[in-house]
């Protein structure tokens, strides 16, 4: 009986994208996370600021898959959040884990939220 070897190779790059100079107070936006170069493909998370929950985006197929080296992976995440007033300045992550092993992060970018807020004027 012969072992496996299993190699990883965390991420080369690890992007956030989508929230732009400043994001409208309680309007969704898409944010974007693009991973370079993993193996094996691993798992994607979402979490504002550094203690909130772990939440999951969608990958999107046509971007998901193997590199032109045919050894490792390029994952593409899309998230929809809003955020509130009080978020100001928070940052959202993206973390890159083991397949499965969420508490096993291998790479992690974020992104700081700057949140407009919508005054109301009042005409007398």
């Known amino acids: 009986m012969c072992d496996a070897l299993i190699v990883s190779v965390h ?16 309007t969704e936006v898409n944010v974007t ?7 094996p493909e691993a ?4 979490r504002k600021g550094p203690d909130g929950p772990l939440q999951t985006g969608v990958q999107l197929p046509k971007l998901n898959g193997l590199n032109s080296d045919g050894k490792t992976f390029h ?4 998230y929809k959040v809003s955020f509130s007033r009080s978020e100001h300045n928070t940052k959202l992550y993206c973390l890159v884990t083991r397949p499965g092993v969420k508490t096993d992060i291998w790479a992690t970018e974020s992104q700081t939220v700057r949140v407009a807020c919508e005054w109301t004027v009042l005409r007398f």
């Not at 798992?43 to 979402?46: D, E, F, G, S």
């Not at 994952?75 to 899309?78: A, F, I, N, P, W």
């Open 33 to 39: 996370c693009d991973v370079s170069r993993v193996k």
């Open 43 to 46: 798992a994607v998370y979402w």
């Open 11 to 26: 991420p080369e790059g690890v992007s956030v994208t989508g929230l732009g100079e400043r994001v409208k107070e309680n």
């Open 75 to 78: 994952l593409h995440s899309t």
